[in-house]
């Protein structure tokens, strides 16, 4: 009697929504509005509102108030005094997290799932830190890092269990972290032209931030991540504080947050050091030894690019590269950066908004690997 033939082929069926609770669905959209309005819970609560009006998002077993009373209840928002001596909502630090922890699996989640992954690697870790990825057996690779249990279910999936075999093409390995200590700081541009010509460059990169901040303090516990902002001054920003973050009516003093970011990685014990910067337009404001600022907006200033130029190198001479993510595409910046960058022999893209998290994420998880030193 022959064996009968096995029907293959595709089942399509219906795509049913994971199933979220009232509150939940909302809450998805409070964390994306929250962001956007700078952490102020009233302006957030407004447009939620109104999103309501128009799409209809609650019903009226479930309302924006009832929404609003579990958020308190839940620990996201408490009551607190304004500047005004009014009272009002303010988000607490578990909100803090959850906005660092949404925005980490919107950026990070999404860039592990493409097919532009950055655990792929032809350097093997040399320690047993293992990252929990898999890759395929390479020539020279130990045998105690083939994981068994993946290999033969390859081979199970591959050859079948009838005549059950196990080849080379079967096995994969656990890939491996070097133990390396990474100290990074992230300086973010908040010149006013940030949010110019109707473009919200802010926000996405606020979200980089707290994105690659979750990830090194659930990930690389031992890593250090330190964020700066430069307008006309610089100064550090704590973690906790990112989702507050706004441009000001600033010019933008890159040389200012360069020292600062130098000075920060000076003090920091590890080998590894990196710089990375966020800015959408050129430099034009430096501080002068009297205390006063010169600033020239009109087009590229010699005076104030030499001074950058001076502060690529002399990072470089500390062996701290510079990474520079340029939000334009202004053919006249693009060749300030090219000079900027040849002077600190660092990287520079030229990316979009949509691009700014993959490229980040995928620039510190490659330096990490390797000495920079």
Same mark, same amino acid.
């Given at each position: 009697m022959k064996n009968a033939k096995r029907n293959k082929g595709?089942?399509?069926?219906?795509?049913?929504?994971?199933?979220?609770?009232p509150f939940d669905k909302l809450f998805d959209i409070f964390k994306e509005l929250i962001t956007y309005t700078s952490g102020d819970f009233d302006e957030a609560i407004d447009w939620l509102r109104q999103l309501d009006k128009e799409f209809k !998002?609650?019903?009226?077993?479930?309302?924006?108030?009832?929404?609003?009373?579990?958020?308190?209840?839940?620990?996201?928002?408490?009551?607190?005094?304004?500047?005004?001596?009014?009272?009002?909502?303010?988000?607490t630090s578990k909100m803090e997290k959850a906005l660092r922890k949404n925005a980490l699996e919107?950026?990070?989640?999404?860039?592990?799932?493409?097919? +532009?992954?950055?655990?792929?690697?032809s350097h093997q870790g040399r320690s047993d830190e293992n990252t929990g990825d898999f890759r395929d057996y390479q020539y020279g690779d130990s045998l105690e890092k083939i994981s068994v249990t993946e290999s033969l279910k390859n081979a199970q999936i591959n050859h079948g269990i009838g005549d059950f075999s196990l080849s080379e093409n079967d096995l994969v390995v656990e890939d491996t972290q070097?133990? +390396? %200590?990474?100290?990074?700081? /992230?300086?973010?541009?908040?010149?006013? +032209?940030?949010?110019?010509?109707?473009?919200?460059?802010?926000?996405?990169?606020?979200k980089v931030a707290m994105a690659l901040s979750e990830l090194i303090l659930t990930r690389y516990p031992k890593d250090s991540l330190d964020v700066i902002v430069f307008g006309n001054d610089a100064w #550090?920003?704590?973690?906790?504080?990112? #989702?507050?973050? %706004?441009?000001?009516?600033?010019?933008?003093?890159?040389?200012?947050? /360069?020292?600062l970011a130098m000075d920060i990685l000076r003090r920091k014990r590890h080998a590894n050091k990196q710089i990375f910067m966020i800015t959408d337009g050129k430099p034009s404001c430096l501080n002068m030894p009297d205390? +006063?600022?010169?600033?020239?907006?009109?087009? !590229?200033? #010699?005076?104030?690019?030499?001074?950058?130029y001076s502060m690529a190198a002399q990072a470089r001479k500390l062996g701290i590269p510079i990474t520079t993510f340029m939000i334009t595409a202004d053919p006249y910046l693009q060749e300030f950066v090219d000079e900027f960058t040849a002077s600190n022999r660092g990287k520079?893209?030229?990316t979009g908004l949509g691009d700014l998290g993959e490229m980040i994420f995928e620039d510190y998880e490659q330096n990490r690997k390797k000495r920079i030193r």
């Open positions: 595709f089942v399509f069926k219906s795509y049913e929504e994971p199933f979220q609770t !998002l609650t019903t009226p077993e479930y309302t924006i108030d009832d929404f609003v009373a579990d958020l308190k209840n839940k620990g996201y928002i408490v009551e607190r005094l304004r500047f005004d001596g009014e009272g009002g909502m303010g988000i919107q950026i990070f989640g999404k860039m592990r799932k493409g097919k +532009s992954g950055n655990h792929k690697t070097f133990k +390396s %200590q990474m100290s990074t700081v /992230l300086m973010i541009d908040i010149s006013h +032209s940030m949010i110019l010509y109707g473009e919200d460059r802010i926000t996405p990169a606020k #550090p920003i704590a973690i906790k504080d990112l #989702p507050y973050l %706004q441009v000001g009516p600033f010019h933008t003093n890159t040389v200012a947050g /360069l020292q205390g +006063s600022y010169y600033k020239n907006p009109m087009g !590229l200033d #010699p005076f104030i690019t030499s001074k950058c520079a893209y030229y």
